[in-house]
């Protein structure tokens, strides 16, 4: 009876606790799996914003490797904003991974029109993966051709003497070394050809690397300046000759013998350019006073043994800021006229902008003390480019730096260019000292250069034909880098930043 | 009097059916439960998986950029880690859960004089590490591929 009363009183508990029991169960489970499902789903959103990141940049550098290849070609990079015959932006891949990017590239700051070279640019990327997508925006820039090698020649290189060389040396063809003491003080690269070095040292070894670099020809740099200073461009191989008439000689300012003030004790006030260092003239003829190799220059003292000085920053001259003042010009040189020799002191000044003045000259004939020629390049004052190109009565004759030259800022090698275009050789001697680039390349077998004698480069020279005798000294520079030098390649700058996504 | 008291005796209390009824619920409630419970189960293990791969795997990614377009070894390189990500060796071990693939290939290769293969300076790099399970986790078998990313590397690029 007892138990027919518990029963009664509790029919259906046992399907109602059940019920009860498997609601509750139910939902803790159903809370759990929530809860493990949406946490594989955060490990996997970060493992794919993470990857879209990974794309991005992987886009970035396809575009900056890209733009590199051929830097002249504007049809290679692929613009946001592209002009006829351009590319526009560029979706790619990576094999293997899953996902894609996209990349294009701008004027810095974009102006909404397509970007040349050799401008700064910004390259946006956008990798995508799993429906993430992530932006990101750096800023590029080139490497211009002085950039890498103290030493480069394209086609030939042949070294007699004892070549030293505080930097890298580089070379499109196998080098033939006569002389026995030959000195890299870094690499030497073989790039697109085999050869040997052995008869040298080279402290940063010899390196071969498949493909040779592909140097603008300095028809074609002419043809970038000839195309900023017009204002369009210029039809494919006629900047040289636009410069030839187009050019800044007429800020060239010219000492002869015969002008007035012009004395070993030049101490008029009425100052126009200084130097600090010694002109003087011997026998009616404008020199420096050299007692011979040691480099002894009236204002200048020599350390004790300066090819010793193989460190870039070492300081080879106490100069003993002599100042000599240059009064009344005999004359100044015309647009028209491109020749720089004979028995006079030419004074070529720097450009007070950021643009350089651009110099031309058919020929340079400054041959040494004995004929009395001297140039004094303002490069304190800004940037000095010196073109030379053929022309019908010099195309083929030798042109001279082997005299006297100086800077007014012998220890800045951004402001001083020399790009040589004809097919004549450019014969560099003396004792001078060029803080700077010199650039001699016009098409396979045009552009010599015969660097002989004691001259110090601090700086770049390239040449198609590089021959050296003697004991000259390549310097390379750690600030060698001027913002209008031309590009050889781009990288990234500075600026990485993500634009949207996450 | 009888009828009615058997009537009601009847009604009242569980019955067979009842307790079948609330055991059948149960069972099947059971193997749903179990059947989540297994499900939740591997679905930390998954997780659990995939966050230790994506951090092996960015790490590794990283010290290749780390290195650099210059430096980073062209070729493939292996690493074996154990199931809390640590452990990292270059050799399979019993305690080894993970195994991360850095494939780097250069589209332009130079050599040193010494021989070393290196990439060219114009190359363009690609950099693809995978990450696989050596031993099941979760729902995913061995040699499951848990996490790939990869990029470019381009002199002096980013």
């Known amino acids: 009876m007892l138990r027919h009363s518990y029963l009664g009183k509790h029919r259906g508990s046992v399907l109602t606790s ?62 946001l904003h592209p002009g006829a015959g351009q590319n526009g932006p560029y979706t790619g891949s990576i094999s293997g991974v899953s996902g894609s990017f996209t990349v294009s590239v701008t004027n810095d700051p974009d102006n909404g029109k397509a970007w040349f070279a050799p401008g700064n640019m910004l390259v946006t990327a956008t990798g995508t993966t799993n429906g993430v997508t992530r932006t990101v925006r750096c800023r590029g820039s080139r490497r211009s051709i002085f950039d890498n090698y103290s030493f480069y020649g394209i086609d030939s290189t042949t070294i007699n003497g004892s070549l030293v060389a505080d930097g890298s040396f580089g070379t499109n063809s196998p080098i033939t070394l006569d002389g026995t003491s030959a000195e890299v003080y870094g690499p030497v690269v073989f790039n697109g050809t085999s050869g040997s070095f052995n008869a040298g040292e080279a402290t940063g070894g010899v390196w071969y690397q498949p493909d040779k670099i592909s140097w603008p020809t300095v028809s074609k740099l002419a043809d970038i300046v000839a195309s900023q200073k017009s204002g369009s461009t210029v039809p494919s191989g006629t900047g040289l000759s636009w410069l030839r008439t187009h050019n800044d000689n007429g800020q060239i300012m010219m000492f002869n013998e015969t002008a007035p003030n012009q004395d070993s004790t030049l101490t008029d006030p009425t100052k126009h350019y200084w130097v600090s260092a010694g002109f003087s003239k011997q026998s009616g003829d404008w020199i420096i006073s050299d007692s011979g190799s040691n480099k002894n220059f009236s204002g200048i003292t020599t350390d004790t043994n300066p090819m010793d000085s193989k460190g870039a920053t070492t300081q080879r001259y106490d100069q003993s800021a002599v100042t000599y003042t240059f009064t009344n010009p005999s004359k100044t040189v015309s647009q028209g006229e491109q020749y720089i020799g004979g028995a006079q002191v030419y004074i070529l000044p720097g450009s007070p902008t950021s643009t350089p003045y651009n110099y031309y000259f058919d020929e340079l004939n400054l041959k040494g003390n004995g004929t009395g020629c001297a140039i004094l390049i303002d490069n304190a004052s800004g940037p000095v ?93 750690t600030n060698m880098q001027a913002s209008n030098d031309f590009s050889l390649w781009y990288g990234f700058l500075n600026q990485w930043n993500e634009v949207s996504g996450m | 009097m009888h009828t009615t008291h058997v009537r009601r005796r009847r009604r009242r209390g569980v019955t067979y059916i009842e307790v079948m009824v609330a055991a059948l619920i149960l069972a099947v409630s059971l193997c749903a439960m179990a059947s989540m419970w297994y499900f939740s189960f591997n679905m930390s293990g998954n997780t659990d998986s995939k966050g230790v791969a994506y951090a092996i795997g960015r790490h590794a990614l990283e010290e290749v950029k780390e290195n650099g377009f210059r430096y980073a070894a062209e070729g493939t390189t292996t690493l074996y880690y154990d199931n809390s990500g640590g452990g990292e060796s270059t050799t399979q071990q019993n305690s080894s859960f993970y195994q991360v693939t850095v494939v780097v290939t250069s589209d332009k290769l130079s050599t040193s004089d010494s021989g070393a293969s290196v990439p060219a300076d114009d190359a363009l790099r690609s950099v693809v590490v995978t990450v696989t399970l050596l031993q099941a986790q979760g729902s995913m078998p061995t040699g499951t591929v848990v996490y790939t990313t990869g990029t470019y590397l381009a002199r002096s690029g980013v």
Do not use: C
């Open chain 1, 18 to 79: 059940t019920l009860i029991f498997v609601v509750i169960t139910s939902l803790i489970l159903a809370g759990i799996g929530t809860y493990t499902i949406s946490h594989l789903s955060r490990a996997s959103a970060e493992s794919d914003y993470s990857a879209a990141m990974n794309l991005a940049e992987a886009g970035i550098n396809y575009e900056l490797r890209n733009v590199s290849e051929n830097i002249l070609d504007t049809t290679r990079p692929d613009q």
């Open chain 1, 385 to 477: 480019n010196i073109w030379l190109g053929p022309s019908s009565d010099y195309g083929t004759s030798t042109d001279f730096l082997n005299g006297v030259i100086f800077f007014t800022a012998p220890g800045d090698s951004t402001k001083f260019r020399l790009y040589d275009g004809k097919s004549a050789t450019l014969d560099i001697a003396g004792n001078s000292v060029f803080p700077g680039g010199i650039y001699a390349y016009n098409g396979s077998g045009v552009g010599s250069i015969y660097l002989h004698g004691n001259p110090v480069i601090d700086g770049s020279i390239i040449a198609d034909s590089m021959n050296t005798n003697g004991t000259p000294f390549i310097n390379y520079p």
